[in-house]
């Protein structure tokens, strides 16, 4: 099966389907994928920037000050 047969046949599942979880499972999937492939565009460093800004594993700013101050 080719590419645009395998999208013809996934259209017509979402079409037929009245089951929202599936929907919403779909909608989930999607954004995961364009999410990953936005982060494999960024260079390292700044991934682990992200990854620790997403964990909340960053430092207060006042914190970071009074270590590094002017």
């Known amino acids: 099966m080719n590419i645009q047969d395998e999208k013809l046949e996934i259209i017509k599942l ?3 389907t009245e089951n929202s979880d599936v929907l919403e ?3 989930i999937l999607f954004k995961m994928v ?9 260079p390292q460093d700044q991934q682990e920037e992200i990854m ?3 964990n909340d594993e960053t ?3 006042d914190e970071f000050i009074k270590k590094y101050g002017q």
Request: a negative charge.
């Open 14 to 16: 979402v079409l037929e």
């Open 25 to 27: 499972s779909i909608r």
């Open 34 to 42: 364009s999410e990953t492939d936005l982060m494999e565009s960024v």
């Open 52 to 54: 620790e800004f997403e």
């Open 59 to 61: 430092e207060d700013f």
